[in-house]
């Protein structure tokens, strides 16, 4: 990476795609945003509104339906729901080069999980992510960094924003090494005024977040509860705590070490207050669920280890059919 010059594109532009794009902007770095239809629109138009604990930013952007106008860039955020992704990495050829660092900012089990990790998983494809290797296939996995984004927040319409948490992100290389573009992607996280750290256990960190969106998200589908009820009514946590406890278990199959005790996370949870899950948004707005990332991919994982984990599979079970019920209507 030229850290000069830097090329840097979002890929999506949907809530944290136009955080992160307004936080960038609003440290010095100019961006292009890769959008389509009423977001493009509206990026065109009159840029990115954000609001969060910082207060209110407007951000002004590059924003365009096409790779060949921005052209080879340096550093490429992917933004978008896992469900896209198949459909949307082949096209991506024209922003990359063999120096551009590509940063799926994309929730669950991500497709590269595998790579770079030795034993008996060596050269293992994540197949409810990736079932015929189309993604492996679309990008060279040298060029991805690892990415667990902390970034609650809600699209409120077309390039409209609000966040009410505090922004983290968390960078690693799949290979666990500490690296100089590591570090210099982080550095300019930082500078965008989100907490970004960089570590030499990626999966450590995505193994967390994991567990914060199997506890919540599938439920959330089923019972429209935000994450105070989710993780603070006592009908509700109840079954939290059941998926909490096959996940962990399954993280630990792993070897991931998680940074704290189920009480602890389900207290956090709760005080998270009256959020929707990314989820539940894409429910109620009748788009697809990322039940295959989110789930099916922990259940294939779980499985590796002889792990069964009957609550979530039949939690996400409910949600998919929650899910292919209101799109048959």
Known sequence: ???????????????????????????????????????????????????????????????????????????VFICTKAPALAGLLPTLAPLISERTVVVPVVNGVPWWYFHGVQGRFAGRRVE??????????????????????????????????????????????????????LEQVRALIERAGIEARATDRIR?????????????????????????????KTELKTVVAKILQETLLTAAAYGA?????????????????AVRTSMLQDYQSGRPLELAAIGDAVIELAGHQGLAMPITRDILALARFCSARTHIH
């Not at 602890?264 to 709760?270: D, P, V």
């Open 1 to 75: 990476m030229n850290t000069s010059t830097q090329r840097v594109c979002i890929v999506g532009a949907g809530a944290i795609g136009c955080t992160l794009a307004a936080r960038l902007v609003r440290g010095g770095q100019p961006v292009s945003v890769l959008a389509r239809g009423e977001t493009l629109t509206a990026l065109s138009s009159d840029g990115i509104h954000l609001t969060d604990l910082e207060g209110e930013h407007h951000a002004r952007v590059t924003a365009s339906d096409r790779c060949d106008v921005f052209g080879e860039q340096d550093l």
């Open 128 to 181: 409810a992510v990736d079932p015929d290797g189309a993604l492996s296939r679309a990008l060279d996995l040298e060029r991805v960094l690892g990415c667990v984004v902390f970034i609650t927040a809600e699209t409120v319409s077309p390039g409209v924003v609000t966040s009410r948490n505090p922004h983290l992100m968390i960078l690693g290389e799949p290979s666990d090494r500490m690296t100089e573009r």
């Open 204 to 232: 450590d960190q995505l193994w967390t977040k994991i567990i914060a969106n199997l506890t919540s998200n599938p439920l959330s589908v089923l019972t429209g509860a935000t994450l105070e009820e989710l993780y603070g």
């Open 257 to 273: 070490r998680i940074n704290f005790d189920p009480l602890t996370f389900m207290e956090l949870g709760a005080g998270m207050g």
